[in-house]
């Protein structure tokens, strides 16, 4: 396990606040991160001297504790006064074949766009449309990932995980994961107590495009190539270039909001105040949520309330895609961005009377 005191962390979120952590510790096998919870048949580390017989390695480590993946849907709102880990389990392996089905596994570390390369590298279907998001397979199956008509929960099998409440690792099936809309029980009812090691998802060797999202079908069709994993994965990334900022260039965590699901007639509220700003004829996009709610873009309530690419101090939203937040300078402090989403919130708020909900997990 390799620990760090005093680690800055900057490098460690991709919207690029400067913060630090008290400690920061890397480990690469699942054996070493549950080592972390066993207590020497001596007593030691540490000795009977110093106080520490009988504790495990974990006990001694500052709390409270954090989990992250890639750091990229994270907003640190100040120094973390705690341990952050990070994991290093890294590997992507086929574990089976049958009836058109391959389950892959990959290490809870692994660059998930590294995933979807592997997938369409080897003509598998299911992970396609979720190329190019940014974070690491671990954190992909905890917040449930989803683009352009995709979700990760769709083609995860099980996700391997340490138990901190039992001290052994446990296989956990997708169906008891309490998968939602960007959340699972990993960060719900169940937060803090599984680390996830490893994920397993079920690929698919027959074709299985879902190109009905936006323009994605007509961008595969003019690319000329066919429809495979990989033209698909083409499209996908070129979309996400023309619409999303890249991490590595402007600070960002993507969507800072979850789109709003509301009642029906909260739809009709922004509907008639749409007819009354824009005519008649004009169509609010929204998208059938089931049981009389409906799905509303946040980046149209965002954009509406004339928020698309301002700016606030050194923090902005980009003006491509108004749903996500930036670090323009990259020197954007925590207190500039929770400012801007406090304003938007109210803006929406009195707007339109719907709450947004940060989809960004706030540390
Ligand atoms: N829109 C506007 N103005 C804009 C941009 C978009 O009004 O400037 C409206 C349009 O009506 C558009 C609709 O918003 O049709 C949806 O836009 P988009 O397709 O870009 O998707 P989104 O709902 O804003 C979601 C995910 C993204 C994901 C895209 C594509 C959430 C919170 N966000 O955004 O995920 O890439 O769909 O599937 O669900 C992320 O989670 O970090 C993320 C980037």
């Given amino acids: 396990m390799k620990i760090e005191y005093n680690k800055d962390l900057t490098g460690c979120n991709t919207f690029g606040m400067r913060v630090s952590c008290s400690c920061f510790a890397e480990y690469d096998t699942p054996e070493e991160y ?52 990070h994991s290093r389990i890294r590997f992507i392996r086929e574990l089976s074949r049958s009836g058109g089905n391959v389950l892959i596994e990959a290490g809870a570390g692994t660059l998930w766009d590294d995933v979807c390369v592997f997938c369409a590298e080897n003509g598998l279907w299911g992970v396609e449309n979720l190329s190019g998001i940014p974070g690491e397979a671990g954190a992909a199956a905890v917040q449930n990932i989803g683009a352009y008509g995709a979700e990760i929960k769709d083609i995860v099998e099980e996700v ?5 409440v039992t ?66 994965r083409h ?7 023309a619409k999303l900022p ?32 824009y005519g008649d004829d004009y169509e ?42 930036i670090n323009v300078t990259g020197t954007a402090t925590p207190q500039e961005i929770l400012d801007l989403e406090r304003k938007i919130i109210n803006s929406v708020e009195t707007t339109f009377g719907i709450g947004l909900t940060p989809e960004v997990e706030h540390i």
């Avoid at 609010?284 to 709610?293: E, K």
Wanted: charge should be positive; include cysteine; glycine fraction near 12%.
């Fill in 34 to 85: 549950s080592s972390l919870y066993c207590v020497p048949p001596d007593g030691s580390p540490g000795g009977t001297s110093s106080g520490t017989a009988g504790k495990m390695p974990a006990d001694l480590l500052p709390k409270p504790f954090l989990h992250i993946g890639g750091g990229s849907n994270l907003l640190f709102t100040g120094d973390f006064p705690g341990t952050v880990f």
């Fill in 235 to 241: 499209a996908v990334l070129g979309i996400r270039n």
């Fill in 160 to 164: 391997k995980c340490f138990d901190a």
């Fill in 284 to 325: 609010v996009p929204h998208f059938d949520a089931g049981s009389g709610f409906v799905k509303i873009p946040a980046a149209w309530l965002i954009e509406q309330c004339g928020w698309k690419g301002k700016r606030h101090g050194n923090a902005g939203v980009y003006e491509k895609q108004p749903l996500v937040l």
């Fill in 246 to 277: 890249d991490p590595s260039k402007i600070g960002n965590a993507g969507s800072f909001f979850k789109n709003p699901v509301v009642p029906k007639f909260s739809f009709d509220i922004v509907e008639n105040y749409a007819k009354s700003r």
């Fill in 167 to 232: 001290l052994s690792m446990k296989t956990i099936k997708a169906e008891e994961c309490g998968y939602g809309y960007r959340t699972s029980m990993f960060k719900e009812g169940a937060k803090g107590r599984y680390t996830v090691m490893s994920v397993v998802l079920r690929l698919s060797e027959t074709p299985k495009p879902r190109l009905e999202y936006g323009h994605l079908r007509e961008a595969v069709e003019a690319a000329g190539a066919g429809i495979t994993p990989l033209s698909v």
